[in-house]
């Protein structure tokens, strides 16, 4: 059975439908790679399976379970974390404080009780250590990290705290091809430690290097379904440029020959 199973799922803004009829499987222990131009519908379908916004048509279930998330804390009481392209981090604090942040273990029940400051810094740096990632110092700000570095403890923190659905999204639009490779790395692990991982990217190189299954939206609708198996880089390449569009402006604009 499917963590997540969406069967002919929609949404619409007042007059705008935004999707149309997907029908996408998340399975555990697998990376399912969503791509597709700006404007494509991959936003919106984010919002939906981390509950920002309810569907309007289709079944949404959750580990068989029909559902109609009202609110992202909903969702992720379910198991689905989501990493933003734009990390919810704060720069000036330590990597520990935000690997625990909204969390922090307390000593006792009330708001004001300490916190366990010893505890939050080992187990941090233990689950980093879990997933491979090397932090020269856990009591450094975060923002002295690389923003691949930064996108991997979000994955650590998410694995942590239970998630078992990982929605990435557009997690390496902003990085350079070394930190690209970097969270690319935890992306896998993710997948090994039996996550279901949700890629989104507009990138068919990095999808394919971390992809079991492969879906490309164009216009809120569904252009392409296809496991790993089944489909070359070069033919998903294609299908997310728009092979024949890049045929008709190729000979459009080809030069004549010179008389």
């Known amino acids: 059975m499917n963590l ?3 069967t002919d799922v929609g949404k619409s803004y007042g ?3 935004a999707l149309h009829g997907i029908s ?3 399975a555990a222990g697998e990376v399912t790679c969503v791509l597709g131009d700006n404007g494509a519908g991959k936003s919106t379908l984010i919002k939906i399976m981390s509950g920002l916004h309810p569907h309007t048509e289709g079944q949404l279930l959750v580990d068989g379970e029909e559902l109609v998330f009202s609110s992202p804390r ?5 198991g689905i974390a989501t990493v933003y392209q734009d990390l919810a981090v704060v720069p000036l604090m330590e990597v520990w404080r935000n690997f625990f942040l909204g969390a922090e273990l307390r000593s006792g029940r009330y708001p004001l009780a300490g916190l366990r400051i010893r505890e939050m810094r080992r187990i941090a740096e233990e689950e980093l250590r879990k997933m491979g990632i090397a932090v020269h110092d856990i ?3 975060i923002g002295t990290l690389s923003g691949g570095q930064r996108q991997s403890v979000a994955i650590a923190r998410a694995v942590y705290f239970g998630a078992r659905v990982l929605i990435l999204d557009e997690p390496t639009a902003a990085l350079g091809v070394k930190q690209s490779g970097v969270v690319l790395k935890y992306t896998a692990a993710a997948r090994d430690a039996g996550l279901g991982v949700v890629f989104i990217t507009h990138n068919p190189h990095h999808a394919y290097l971390v992809g079991d299954h492969f879906v490309v939206l164009k216009r809120g609708r569904m252009h392409l379904d296809s496991r790993r198996d089944a489909i070359t880089l070069n033919d998903l390449t294609q ?3 728009g092979g024949d569009e890049l045929d ?3 000979h459009e604009l080809r030069r004549e020959d010179p008389a």
Request: hydrophobic share 50%; proline share 9%.
């Open 4 to 6: 997540i199973q969406m």
């Open 24 to 26: 996408l499987g998340v």
């Open 239 to 241: 299908e997310m440029a």
């Open 139 to 141: 009591n450094q700000p």
């Open 15 to 17: 007059p705008v439908r």
């Open 248 to 250: 008709a402006l190729a």
């Open 74 to 78: 909903e969702a992720l009481d379910r």
